[in-house]
């Protein structure tokens, strides 16, 4: 089939794609802006008749079904930040701000006590409790609220990982709800959402883990990360030689380093789109930001049909393994901000099959395919990397090539599979505490062991043993 000569990258019926994108695009934006003007009155109708039109739709039997689960489920829907989740868990949090070399400011969370351990002092000077220290990194579009918004707390891993005795801090991406601040640039400004992939490995990253370990006088500490959560720890080990004697084993949760490619025919056509086009159809700064508004337009329950659909167009993921009340839970704390920037820096990543860094494309006019045949982007040397990894992989995540993956990673790479698990089953699934949680636990006791403290002989609980 022959290809649109000027551009050389796509095939016609691509283009056709691209152009009902952009109309989707400019639709979104002109309902973001007839909303963003609508008094309160108006949106609380909207509101209230989708509410309605759900009730109608759904079955007797379903709107009978009431329990536990369901009422904390529309608890955690309705809290508005990390404090107010874990609140209503009986955890206490602490907030930190860490500033980066480059003048971003992030939000971290810390859990550093159990139930009962209230007010105690941990990892802050010779009389406090010493906990090994656990950091926990969200993935594309997410904030450190995806990781304890779950309906249930025993398959919540950061409450999990506080009553196994561990000092547990959560980071933020830069742009996102907890770090949407900058000492040089406004939010406003196309500048401050300047950045992808690359400022979260050189910056972000192993800024956020200097500061932790500085503040709990701890010699290094554990890292679990989930989807780009891992590629970011990949990206960062390999470029911070140093960084690998800070971290004793790093977790990763539905590992991301270079996908074959989105099943969704438009979405893959927008992968091969140049940046220049991205940009015009997303603008320059944060990508989708009208999702918040329609999280107050709708009834929660069909915003989580519609998230529902969006996922298995996309990405072809049906979400069986999460229940309807996970679902309210945490689909209402999914999306945070993030820039355009980094949603191009991984169709680019998924164009080329390369974990590689951001590639502007400054190309001489007409000679794109002459520059991808003798041209390739600088890639992470994810080869470098000495701490030890663990990777656990859904059997049914199709954003995962694991014989890929291994391929550029160390030998000693530990990798486990999870064979009915897709994408977000790893921090939402009804049995994620049964079937993921005992390999993280292992892997930290394993590359980390924790030596028996005063907390730990109080509580009776024994220290573990490594495996």
């Known amino acids: 089939m022959a290809r649109v000569p000027f551009i050389g990258r796509l095939f016609w019926f691509e283009y056709l794609a691209l152009f009902g994108s952009l109309i989707l695009v400019l639709l979104e934006w002109v309902i973001h802006i007839i909303t963003f003007c609508l008094p309160d009155p108006i949106i609380r109708f909207c509101y209230d008749r989708s509410k309605t039109v759900f009730n109608l739709l759904i079955s007797p039997e379903d709107l009978g079904k009431r329990g536990k689960e369901e009422q904390v489920a529309q608890q955690v829907a309705q809290a508005s930040d990390f404090t107010d989740i874990c609140a209503l868990f009986?955890?206490?949090?602490?907030?930190?701000?860490?500033?980066?070399?480059?003048?971003?400011?992030?939000?971290?969370?810390?859990?550093p006590n159990r139930k009962g351990e209230e007010g105690k002092t941990v990892n802050q000077g010779d009389k406090s409790i010493k906990k090994k220290v656990v950091y926990l990194h969200h993935g594309l579009m997410m904030c450190s609220e995806?990781?304890?918004?779950?309906?249930?707390?025993?398959r919540c891993l950061p409450f999990q990982l506080v009553e196994r005795g561990y000092d547990v801090w959560l980071g933020n991406?830069?742009?996102?709800k907890y770090s949407k601040k900058s000492i040089k640039h406004s939010p406003l400004s196309h500048e401050f959402?300047?950045?992808?992939?690359?400022?979260?490995?050189?910056?972000?990253?192993?800024?956020?883990i200097k500061y932790i370990l500085e503040v709990t006088g701890q010699p290094s500490l554990s890292y679990v990360g989930f989807s780009q959560g891992t590629a970011q720890a990949f990206a960062t080990l390999s470029i911070h030689p140093l960084l690998n004697q800070k971290i004793d084993v790093f977790v990763a949760l539905a590992p991301a380093m270079a996908p074959t490619g989105l099943p969704n025919h438009l979405?893959?056509?927008?992968?091969k789109a140049s940046p220049n086009f991205l940009f015009l159809l997303f603008g320059r700064r944060s990508i989708l930001s009208s999702t918040t508004m329609w999280q107050t337009i709708l009834y929660p329950p069909i915003f989580v049909r519609i998230i529902d659909t969006s996922l298995e167009l996309l990405f072809n993921w049906r979400c069986k393994n999460i229940s309807r009340w996970q679902k309210l839970a945490g689909y209402l704390h999914l999306f945070s901000f993030t820039s355009t920037k980094s949603v191009v820096h991984w169709f680019q990543i998924i164009r080329h099959r390369n974990f590689q860094f951001y590639d502007d494309e400054i190309h001489a006019p007409l000679s794109i395919v002459a520059s991808e045949r003798f041209y390739k982007p600088v890639k992470y040397p994810t080869k470098n990397i000495k701490t030890p990894i663990v990777l656990l992989y859904g059997g049914s995540d199709s954003l995962v090539d694991i014989?890929?993956?291994?391929?550029e990673l160390p030998r000693g790479t530990v990798a486990k599979k999870i064979p009915q698990y897709e994408h977000l089953d790893f921090l939402w699934a009804h049995d994620v505490d049964q079937l993921v949680f005992s390999h993280v636990f292992g892997a930290l006791e394993q590359y980390s062991p924790r030596r028996e403290n005063e907390t730990d002989r109080v509580n009776g609980v024994k220290a573990p043993v490594p495996a």
């Open 403 to 407: 014989d890929v993956m291994l391929s």
């Open 173 to 176: 991406n830069r742009g996102n």
């Open 146 to 154: 995806v990781w304890i918004c779950l309906s249930e707390e025993q």
């Open 267 to 271: 979405v893959d056509s927008l992968m």
């Open 193 to 208: 959402w300047d950045f992808s992939i690359d400022q979260f490995s050189f910056h972000d990253i192993p800024d956020s």
């Open 90 to 111: 009986g955890y206490e949090t602490e907030e930190h701000i860490v500033q980066t070399g480059d003048g971003y400011l992030l939000g971290l969370h810390r859990l």
